[in-house]
């Protein structure tokens, strides 16, 4: 029974601890052993295969860490507090007949620059969740004043996210589209590249985030929500004047940082973008005095404690990635699952897609799911049929599910670790649990739609 495979069980294990509020990191934990044992490795191969995985979150891990550093750094130079505080004193002096209107239009300023910043992270500036620590913080404040429900935020910055790398061949779309799913599809026997438009393919799929966006920007989360105005790192100071020479340093240190991690991106180093990006910009941040030196240690403590969980989270979901590969249970669940096709190719649709999102929930990463199923689907698509155009959008969409709605992803906990400044927006509740429901399900269709239909 699928139920009984060990990496089905594993997820499911994973879920539940996440939604009982058990911390994410002993979710990981624990569902990592459960699929171990299930799967026969014992608890020294499931430890082994955990320990051996760890590695791989390291680098990420540090990345987070500097670059929480550098956006308390931003923070002390006061360009954030400038642009707060020019959005609450436009509300506050508002007059009550275009009140409501100011504060409309500021709450939809905001969501359109989290949008557009999620959407240009993945190609124009290529630097996938780092805007998050910098942007979202000092706004915290004059979200409690809109009433804005966070988690319409957090659904606007996955959307620009998730949407743009697997729709848009740029950035980090490249890599995903070209780089791993064209070049997967091809070694599994089946000729794409230069054949299938990436975008025409992957069109119906990333209709279908817009349409789950919608709905959550325009229905689910529209009405006020209310939150205590609490004190953070990032709370406005307004007696204490602002020294313009630290904001254009900040300024010059941030467009430094950015353009470093672009070069990097398009040069396709080996040296990670976004390491050596924060390194330098705390570095200038440094020279040029916008963080005293008596005062760094303080400053760079606390931005890294901000970014140290999404760190820790992402070690554990590489260890628990390692003892699902390592369990041999992703490719009998494939294959116990095509038994069920029956020649249906709508099923089959459905049943792939499926497979796809249990196995990034568990995961964490699309760009990591597209080479384990690649190899097994492309001929099952071959043999019921399927076109190659459907073949792409249908590989593509079963590795992009999940991504929005895997307590484990960095779509997820990026958001979070921006909302979540003052403790009052919770992971699972607040970000999983809406984007699963907005993003998984209306993608569900969509890749379904796409396979039958192209």
Same mark, same amino acid.
């Given at each position: 029974?699928?139920?009984?495979?060990?990496?089905?069980?594993?997820?499911?294990?994973?879920?539940?601890?996440?939604?009982?509020?058990?911390?994410?990191?002993?979710?990981?934990?624990?569902?990592?052993?459960?699929?171990?044992?299930?799967?026969?490795?014992?608890?020294?191969?499931?430890?082994?295969?955990?320990?051996?995985?760890?590695?791989?979150?390291?680098?990420?891990?540090?990345?987070?860490?500097?670059?929480?550093?550098?956006?308390?750094?931003?923070?002390?130079?006061?360009?954030?507090?400038?642009?707060?505080?020019?959005?609450?004193?436009?509300?506050?002096?508002?007059?009550?007949?275009?009140?409501?209107?100011?504060?409309?239009?500021?709450?939809?300023?905001?969501?359109?620059?989290?949008?557009?910043?999620?959407?240009?992270?993945?190609?124009?500036?290529?630097?996938?969740?780092?805007?998050?620590? +910098?942007?979202?913080?000092?706004?915290?404040?004059?979200?409690?004043?809109?009433?804005?429900?966070?988690? +319409?935020?957090?659904?606007?910055? #996955?959307?620009?996210?998730?949407?743009?790398?697997?729709?848009?061949?740029?950035?980090?779309?490249?890599?995903?589209?070209?780089?791993?799913?064209?070049?997967?599809?091809?070694?599994?026997?089946?000729? *794409?590249?230069?054949?299938?438009?990436?975008?025409?393919?992957?069109?119906?799929?990333?209709? $279908?985030?817009?349409?789950?966006?919608?709905?959550?920007?325009?229905?689910?989360?529209?009405?006020?929500?209310?939150?205590?105005?609490?004190?953070?790192?990032?709370?406005?100071?307004?007696?204490?004047?602002?020294?313009?020479?630290?904001?254009?340093?900040?300024?010059?240190?941030?467009?430094?940082?950015? *353009?470093?991690?672009?070069?990097? #991106?398009?040069?396709?180093?080996?040296?990670?973008?976004?390491?050596?990006?924060?390194?330098?910009?705390?570095?200038?941040?440094?020279?040029?005095?916008? *963080?005293?030196?008596?005062?760094?240690? !303080? *400053?760079?403590?606390?931005?890294?404690?901000?970014?140290?969980?999404?760190?820790?989270?992402?070690? #554990?979901?590489?260890?628990?990635?390692?003892?699902?590969?390592?369990?041999?249970?992703?490719?009998?669940?494939?294959?116990?699952?095509?038994?069920?096709?029956?020649?249906?190719?709508?099923?089959?649709?459905?049943?792939?897609?499926?497979?796809?999102?249990?196995?990034?929930?568990?995961?964490? $990463?699309?760009?990591?799911?597209?080479?384990?199923?690649?190899?097994?689907?492309?001929?099952?698509?071959?043999?019921?049929?399927? $076109?190659?155009?459907?073949?792409?959008?249908?590989?593509?969409?079963?590795?992009?599910?999940? !991504?929005?709605?895997?307590?484990?992803? !960095?779509?997820?906990?990026?958001?979070? $670790?921006?909302?979540?400044?003052?403790?009052?927006?919770?992971?699972?509740?607040?970000?999983?649990?809406?984007?699963?429901?907005?993003?998984?399900?209306?993608?569900?269709?969509?890749?379904?739609?796409?396979?039958?239909?192209?």
């Amino acid at each position: 029974m699928l139920l009984f495979n060990a990496v089905v069980l594993s997820v499911l294990v994973m879920l539940i601890l996440s939604v009982a509020r058990v911390h994410v990191i002993i979710s990981l934990f624990i569902a990592s052993l459960v699929g171990g044992l299930v799967a026969g490795l014992g608890v020294s191969g499931t430890m082994v295969a955990f320990q051996d995985g760890l590695a791989g979150g390291a680098k990420i891990a540090l990345s987070y860490a500097l670059l929480g550093a550098f956006a308390m750094s931003v923070a002390h130079s006061g360009l954030p507090r400038l642009l707060a505080n020019w959005i609450i004193k436009k509300l506050r002096n508002a007059d009550e007949s275009n009140s409501a209107r100011v504060a409309r239009s500021a709450k939809w300023g905001i969501l359109g620059g989290v949008l557009v910043m999620g959407v240009m992270s993945q190609n124009l500036i290529p630097i996938h969740i780092a805007f998050i620590p +910098l942007l979202v913080p000092p706004l915290i404040g004059v979200m409690n004043e809109l009433k804005m429900d966070r988690r +319409l935020v957090a659904c606007a910055i #996955t959307f620009g996210i998730v949407t743009t790398y697997m729709f848009v061949p740029i950035g980090f779309g490249r890599i995903f589209l070209h780089d791993i799913l064209y070049k997967n599809i091809e070694e599994a026997g089946m000729a *794409v590249e230069g054949v299938v438009n990436p975008m025409a393919a992957m069109a119906i799929p990333a209709a $279908s985030m817009a349409v789950g966006c919608a709905i959550a920007l325009l229905v689910s989360y529209r009405k006020p929500r209310e939150y205590e105005q609490r004190e953070t790192s990032f709370s406005s100071n307004d007696d204490k004047p602002v020294d313009m020479k630290k904001v254009w340093a900040a300024v010059v240190a941030l467009v430094a940082c950015f *353009v470093i991690q672009a070069v990097l #991106t398009k040069l396709d180093s080996e040296a990670d973008p976004l390491l050596v990006g924060a390194l330098v910009g705390l570095c200038m941040m440094l020279g040029m005095r916008v *963080v005293p030196w008596q005062q760094a240690d !303080d *400053v760079f403590s606390g931005g890294m404690k901000m970014m140290s969980l999404i760190g820790l989270i992402m070690i #554990t979901a590489q260890g628990y990635a390692s003892v699902l590969k390592a369990s041999g249970q992703i490719e009998p669940l494939v294959q116990q699952t095509s038994a069920m096709f029956n020649g249906s190719k709508s099923l089959a649709a459905v049943i792939m897609l499926v497979v796809g999102l249990i196995i990034t929930m568990g995961i964490g $990463s699309s760009f990591s799911t597209l080479p384990i199923i690649s190899a097994i689907y492309v001929p099952l698509c071959i043999a019921l049929g399927f $076109s190659p155009m459907a073949t792409v959008a249908l590989i593509g969409t079963a590795g992009a599910l999940g !991504d929005a709605g895997s307590p484990a992803s !960095d779509s997820t906990l990026g958001p979070t $670790s921006g909302l979540n400044i003052d403790g009052q927006h919770d992971h699972m509740r607040d970000t999983v649990i809406p984007e699963f429901i907005h993003y998984n399900i209306p993608l569900l269709v969509g890749g379904w739609i796409a396979a039958m239909v192209l």
